[in-house]
């Protein structure tokens, strides 16, 4: 985990996960993203960085529409999930949020057990069709989110009684449980002690085998130990996206290389 | 002189002591406040809290004494043989106030001059008969001792008013003094205030909370009085309540179970009305309604809280009574005689319970944090999978208290069940018979001119404090739920 991970050049040859195009976003007047294009590559990690501020929570939260639950949020753009406009009239968000999940940077298991934590999004969404599967759905995510020795012989406790990596890595969980093909992750650590960040890290790196992961993060140490590819934002603008590897060693831009020099922000 | 002019005064003193304090402060840093420990008016604040706090202190203890001296005092002149069979020293003592009262007026009339008023060998026909010129009504006959009493009564009163504004004006003048010359750059009126901000809010808290005490011991005692005149199993467990105003009330049935049942049974319905409605108006409120929708609807909603209850009892006696009897009465279904009933008072009841729910529930489910909100809507649930799974189980023991808050105010309530309900007491297991609350019973007993020794009459204050002890048990069980709740979050 402490070196870069290898990049994958073919990456730039697969078609896109998730293809932005021109996406504009407005809190009331305040123009909070202006004119970004990306390409996000599955089955990689994508980081976003930049200061405070600059719009990267922003924009991750309209790859989901989560944005939609602010009321003065409009966005303008396309943005292309396999080919199909997230925004289009006829997409259900709903839909479109368990096929692409969400880690946030506070752990917010709900005030329920463990089990009932997991469960929750495939009781919503009709997953398991008797409680055989559903345990099997539960037993999986914890496993796959690494929290199943911890967890089998209390998942009757409640999930706000872990500890704070143990909560988030519940919430990742969470997320799997419904099967996304995409998992958003805002500044999943920013909560974590080192332990568990590096837990959560070692947990992102892993995932990546089945998922497409975008994760928003501060520590641009972090960005360069779990990221094959990463996004510099600063003040609405994508200012520059590349291999992890070229961006923290070959910056093209001037602020990135201030940025990652650690001139600002 | 008048207490209203003392209390002027006082607060005269108090307003220069605190120019006075801040000047000596000010002066003894040169003028300069930076050199003092607290800011100018600082000091004179610590002045001007000198002045009125003890001064006032002993205004209020004066007050509450002097009557009890000068009446003990007087009631000493009035010997037994002058009180009439059947009276009492306090009547006559009534009487003596009358006659003090009567030459006061006179007096401030011109019809009397001081002397005249004071003179103890003045004859009391000629007393009585210049007071009756004077329209001053006195009974029939003042009798010697007690215009002797009356005169007394007043020389000690003017002397105890006299002792009192020098008392008070002493020590505003004395507190004054000791503020003043305290004050120097080094003193620390800050701190001084502060404690004496602390002894104010303290004594505000004491004030709500020991005439809470004051409360239940008036009604302690009257019915452990009710008590020793009437069984006590016999108003527990009574199934009956017919009160009989004759004979002092001996013969009446005096059983509580009737108007428990009946309390119980209105709040019932009404909380099955005001319950759903009101949660469900505050999930729309909190989790649907668009910011615009929210500022005016809740507002609106809010306003059922502010209309009087006797308003919603006219509501339920001329438009909810008759619609529910055109649609259950004689003429519909056949079980209800006439508009007074459970059901029209529980109606009522629910609706005005209505922003009581909505509006607590509303601000508990409004400190659901958002975090929870967004996981839920993270994995693709819907906004009302979210209210559902998500919300409500995590504001619940809130709601509950929320509910248990209605409850008690359901409980206690009057106007409506008067107007609503009917007046008998009745066991029934039908809503649309008439039936009647504990609250409205206390009402009937102690409007009607009973004897305040019958037990007909005193009976309400054993139906009061039962009600207390229920509606006490219910908030702390609230309380108890709301405070759990909110350690859930922090």
Known sequence: MNEMPNIEQANDMTESKISAKKVQVYYGDTHAIKDVDIEIQPKSVTAFIGPSGCGKSTFLRTLNRMNDTIDICRVEGSIKIDEEDIYDPKVDPVQLRAKVGMVFQKPNPFPKSIYDNIAYGPRIHGLARNKQELDDIVASSLQKAGLWEEAKNRLDEPGTGLSGGQQQRLCIARAIAVSPEVILMDEPCSALDPIATAKVEELIDELRENYTIVIVTHSMQQAARVSQRTAFFHLGILVEEGPTQDIFTNPKDKRTQDYITGRFG | ?490
């Open chain 2, 1 to 490: 002189m008048p207490v209203i002019w003392l209390i002027l005064i006082v607060l005269a003193i108090a307003v220069v002591g605190y120019v006075l304090g801040r000047g000596r402060a000010l002066s003894s840093a040169g003028g300069e406040p930076i050199k003092l420990h607290s800011l100018p008016s600082y000091y004179g604040s610590n002045v001007a809290m000198k002045v009125v706090v003890p001064a006032f202190l002993i205004l209020v203890v004066w007050l509450l004494a002097q009557p009890l001296i000068v009446n003990n005092s007087v009631s000493g002149m009035i010997p037994e043989s002058e009180i009439a069979e059947g009276s009492s020293r306090s009547l006559v003592l009534a009487e003596v106030r009358r006659a003090a009262s009567g030459l006061d007026n006179a007096v401030a009339g011109g019809l009397m001059t001081e002397e005249f008023a004071r003179n103890a060998r003045a004859d009391f026909n000629d007393v009585t008969q210049r007071l009756k010129d004077a329209g001053q009504i006195v009974t029939s006959q003042i009798t010697q001792p007690v215009l002797r009493a009356a005169q007394e009564y007043r020389i000690l009163n003017a002397t105890g008013n006299l002792l009192m504004s020098v008392a008070v004006i002493l020590a505003a003048l004395a507190g004054a003094a000791w503020g003043v010359l305290q004050t120097n750059s080094h003193f620390r009126a800050r701190n001084t205030v502060e404690q004496g901000v602390k002894v104010l809010l303290i004594a505000a808290a004491s004030i709500a909370i020991l005439t809470t005490a004051g409360i239940v011991f008036s009604l302690v005692f009257n019915t452990f009085e009710f008590f020793r005149i009437y069984p006590a199993s016999d108003f527990f467990f009574g199934l009956t309540w017919a009160p009989t105003f004759s004979g002092r009330g001996g013969n009446s049935e005096l059983g509580i179970i009737p108007l428990l049942w009946g309390t119980f049974y209105i709040s019932f319905v009404a909380l099955a009305v005001a319950v759903p409605i009101g949660l469900f108006a505050a999930v729309y409120l909190s989790e649907y309604a668009g910011p615009k929708v929210r500022a005016v609807a809740k507002p609106l909603l809010e306003i059922l809280a502010g209309i009087p209850t006797i308003v919603y009892g006219l509501f339920a006696l001329l438009t909810v009574g008759p619609l529910l009897v055109s649609i259950f009465g004689p003429d519909g279904v056949g079980i209800m005689q006439a508009g007074t009933a459970v059901m029209t008072a529980g109606l009522v009841m629910g609706i005005m319970l209505i922003p009581f729910v909505s509006s607590l529930s509303d601000d508990i489910i409004n400190a659901v944090p958002q975090a929870m909100r967004d996981g839920s809507y993270g994995l693709g649930a819907t906004k009302s999978e979210t209210v559902k799974q998500v919300i409500l189980p995590a504001a619940l023991p809130g709601i509950v208290g929320a509910i248990l808050l209605a409850a008690s105010r359901a409980i206690g309530e009057t106007m409506i069940v008067v107007l609503g309900a009917g007046a008998a007491a009745r066991l029934s297991l039908n809503p649309f018979d008439a039936m009647t609350t504990v609250t409205a019973k206390i009402v009937s007993q102690l409007t009607g001119d009973a004897d305040f020794s019958s037990p007909v009459a005193l009976v309400a204050f054993a139906l009061g404090m039962t009600l207390f002890v229920v509606t006490l048990g219910l908030n702390i069980v609230a309380l108890y739920i709301v405070r759990k709740y909110r350690e859930q979050y922090d």
